[in-house]
């Protein structure tokens, strides 16, 4: 019998503070998931001064359902929490890009109350998505929100054998390297640290250069993923011998500060999630895609874990336990840039 209340997790006043929250009655096309894991997102601590429920990464064994779902049963392996519903009957429902639904709810628009930093998270059905076989528990949480992101992104873009340039390896950038060698292409890593050489190759890259050695690139990529946390420096990346005419530039996040693009009057907009401030000087020399992406509508969303689980796209880990103490240490070390790449809070009986 499921519980009448049950703790979650929210920020106050820059802090994590554990709450307990009344569990509301099934809907019928409602699903009743108890949280095994989550996964610690950047989104997270973005939302945390507007104290909703955090968490948006999250798989756990499903507990009940309502009268009328049929894709899910009690006992399976489900995850989700990011996008969570939608219309159904609009052009963008309609054509698979339900992600784009104007009546759509994602974390941190609607939902306050429902996060997976927490014991228990109630999905629509289709939403929360059955966990494949051949993924273990604590890889598939940070799918649900940065596999998605970062596979979405790339699928919509990548063609078979293009080379690929991902500045950054982190928590996007280690999984982006994996998507994009496994589906084909040849993958040139960019960061600031030799150190990381050798992590890239193993990940799935072919080639690796430090941001001040760029002179050193034989062939332009075709798409440029940003991956960290900061944009690069335009002037460097955005000459023909780097980034090829008519590339694509893919922000896999929001970077701090604005997205200057110089050097080009000619991009073709494929989505935006934010608003940034785009400056554009005059050439008429190159032609660059903007693509902008945010995580992915569901079919896309089945398909990268259908994808992960049978090319062993696997994120790199760390555990903390799901509870006050664990989710502020995992918080504490990724404000610090400390983590090696995704954090994953366990609950105590997984």
Same mark, same amino acid.
């Not at 219309?87 to 994602?106: K, T």
């Not at 014991?119 to 929360?128: D, N």
């Not at 660059?288 to 062993?312: D, I, P, Q, W």
């Given at each position: 019998?499921?519980?009448?209340?049950?703790?979650?997790?929210?920020?106050?006043?820059?802090?994590?503070?554990?709450?307990?929250?009344?569990?509301?009655?099934?809907?019928?096309?409602?699903? $009743?998931?108890?949280?095994?894991?989550?996964?610690?997102?950047?989104?997270?601590?973005?939302?945390?001064?507007?104290?909703?429920? *955090?968490?948006?990464?999250?798989?756990?064994?499903?507990?009940?359902?309502?009268?009328?779902?049929?894709?899910?049963?009690?006992?399976?392996?489900?995850?989700?929490?990011?996008?969570? %519903?939608?219309?159904?009957?609009?052009?963008?429902?309609?054509?698979?890009? %339900?992600?784009?639904?104007?009546?759509?709810?994602?974390?941190?628009?609607?939902?306050?109350?429902?996060?997976?930093?927490?014991?228990?998270?109630?999905?629509?059905?289709?939403?929360?998505?059955?966990?494949?076989?051949? $993924?273990?528990?604590? %890889?598939?949480?940070?799918?649900?929100?940065?596999?998605?992101?970062?596979?979405?992104?790339?699928?919509?873009? *990548?063609?078979?054998?293009?080379?690929?340039?991902?500045?950054?390896?982190?928590?996007?950038?280690?999984?982006?390297?994996?998507?994009?060698?496994? $589906?084909?292409?040849?993958?040139?890593?960019?960061?600031?640290?030799?150190?990381?050489?050798? &992590?890239?190759?193993?990940?799935?890259?072919? &080639?690796?250069?430090?941001?001040?050695?760029?002179?050193?690139?034989?062939?332009?990529?075709?798409?440029?993923?940003?991956?960290?946390?900061?944009? @690069? %420096?335009?002037?460097?990346?955005?000459?023909?011998?780097? *980034?090829?005419?008519?590339?694509?530039?893919? @922000?896999?996040?929001? @970077?701090?500060?604005?997205?200057?693009?110089?050097?080009?009057?000619?991009?073709?907009?494929?989505?935006?999630?934010?608003?940034?401030?785009?400056?554009?000087?005059?050439?008429?020399?190159?032609?660059?895609?903007?693509?902008?992406?945010?995580?992915?509508?569901?079919?896309?969303?089945?398909?990268?874990?259908?994808?992960?689980?049978?090319?062993?796209?696997?994120?790199?880990?760390?555990?903390?336990?799901?509870?006050?103490?664990?989710?502020?240490?995992?918080?504490?070390?990724?404000?610090?840039?400390?983590?090696?790449?995704?954090?994953?809070?366990?609950?105590?009986?997984?």
């Amino acid at each position: 019998m499921a519980p009448t209340e049950y703790t979650i997790y929210r920020g106050a006043e820059g802090m994590i503070k554990q709450e307990t929250t009344e569990l509301p009655a099934l809907g019928p096309k409602e699903i $009743l998931v108890k949280i095994t894991h989550s996964g610690v997102c950047g989104t997270d601590v973005a939302y945390m001064p507007y104290g909703i429920a *955090l968490g948006h990464e999250g798989v756990g064994i499903v507990e009940a359902i309502g009268s009328e779902v049929t894709q899910l049963k009690v006992g399976d392996r489900a995850g989700g929490g990011f996008h969570r %519903d939608s219309c159904g009957h609009c052009h963008y429902c309609l054509s698979g890009q %339900d992600i784009w639904c104007y009546e759509r709810s994602v974390f941190g628009e609607k939902d306050y109350n429902n996060g997976t930093f927490g014991e228990y998270y109630v999905g629509v059905e289709t939403y929360p998505h059955k966990i494949p076989e051949g $993924l273990s528990s604590e %890889d598939a949480a940070p799918l649900q929100c940065a596999g998605a992101t970062t596979y979405s992104a790339l699928v919509d873009v *990548l063609k078979p054998g293009e080379r690929v340039g991902i500045v950054g390896i982190g928590g996007l950038g280690h999984l982006a390297i994996q998507f994009a060698s496994k $589906l084909g292409a040849q993958v040139v890593v960019f960061s600031t640290s030799r150190n990381k050489e050798e &992590e890239a190759k193993q990940l799935g890259a072919s &080639e690796f250069y430090l941001l001040d050695e760029l002179e050193k690139v034989q062939k332009p990529v075709q798409v440029l993923v940003i991956a960290g946390s900061r944009y @690069p %420096d335009w002037s460097k990346f955005m000459v023909k011998d780097i *980034l090829a005419r008519a590339g694509t530039i893919v @922000p896999l996040s929001a @970077p701090h500060g604005d997205l200057v693009l110089p050097y080009s009057s000619h991009y073709k907009f494929a989505s935006t999630i934010a608003d940034w401030s785009i400056q554009f000087f005059p050439s008429l020399v190159r032609w660059y895609n903007l693509h902008l992406s945010l995580v992915a509508s569901r079919g896309r969303h089945v398909e990268m874990l259908e994808f992960a689980a049978s090319k062993c796209v696997k994120p790199w880990v760390e555990k903390f336990e799901l509870s006050e103490r664990g989710v502020r240490e995992a918080i504490g070390k990724l404000n610090s840039n400390q983590m090696r790449y995704r954090a994953v809070l366990v609950a105590r009986d997984a």
